[in-house]
């Protein structure tokens, strides 16, 4: 079991993994808390928001609608990497899933298929909303990928999970059935989970290594000096080419 995170231990495990961030209103007390309970926690979900426009997504977020309050989610990863805080506590991200599913998220083993939805998730997982259409040609940029690396690695960091085998990182579609996001994210959530997992076996501040330079051209190899027999040939030739031009 593993009690939440206070939202101060949150931003600072978001900062020190590199993530960018930024707070949104009162974001640390803006929560669901009276219809329900918030941890213990086990993981992070990460979903799409089937939306276009960072303002407006962050907005709809953080808001919710009239069948769903907000807010949806803790962090809205935005497609420049940049995770805005919408809320903290239980957000309304996750509903009911699989408990076979949380018993492996918890153990850190594969995930089995989900094919029920008996589980509150909304008080056992972290969730980041990222913004992209879901529709499989919406593209997820580098700098967005990557924020979802490093936020999921911070929270995972921060409890000490992802230890003993995958990481406890999922997609809304591994927990509950009939959910498709994120759909479309390179790799999938078992690449996202690889990249996490390597996140793991360095410090926070760590990045990924950019390629190595190319050495440069080599320089072709220098003249071999003459002979002495090409010296003496070439110098007989100049004389004789002198004697020519002697009237």
């Known amino acids: 079991m593993a009690e939440p995170l206070s939202a101060a231990a949150f931003l600072a495990a978001l900062r020190a993994e590199g993530v960018k961030v930024v707070e949104v209103g009162n974001w640390r007390t803006h929560n669901r808390n009276s219809k329900g309970a918030w941890g213990p926690v086990h993981g992070v979900m ?15 977020c953080r808001s919710g609608h009239s069948t769903l309050p907000g807010p949806l989610c803790h962090g809205v990863i935005a497609k420049d990497g940049v995770v805005h ?3 903290y506590g239980r957000t309304n991200h996750a509903g009911a899933g699989d408990g076979d599913v949380l018993r492996a998220v918890i153990a850190e083993k594969a995930l089995p298929a989900d094919n029920e939805a008996n589980t509150d998730g909304n008080a056992r ?9 879901g529709d499989g ?15 999921s690695a911070a929270v995972l960091r921060a409890h000490r999970w992802g230890k003993a085998g995958n990481t406890s990182v999922i997609g809304h579609a591994e927990w509950q ?16 989970r690889k990249d996490v997992a390597e996140r ?48």
């Open 137 to 151: 040609k919406d593209p997820w940029p580098a700098a967005q990928r990557e924020a979802i690396v490093r936020a």
């Open 46 to 60: 990460i979903h799409h928001t089937v939306t276009k426009g960072t303002a407006s997504t962050v907005a709809l």
């Open 125 to 133: 997982f972290y969730g980041f909303e990222c913004e992209n259409l």
């Open 177 to 192: 059935p009939g959910k498709v996001d994120p759909r479309g994210i390179s790799g999938g959530m078992d690449g996202i």
């Open 200 to 247: 793991l076996k360095h410090p926070a501040s760590w990045s990924p290594s950019a390629p190595a330079p190319k050495p440069p051209a080599s320089k072709p190899p220098a003249p071999k000096p003459p002979t002495t027999d090409e010296r003496i040939t070439a110098l007989e030739k100049r004389v004789t080419a002198l004697e020519k031009r002697t009237p």
């Open 85 to 87: 805080l919408v809320g």
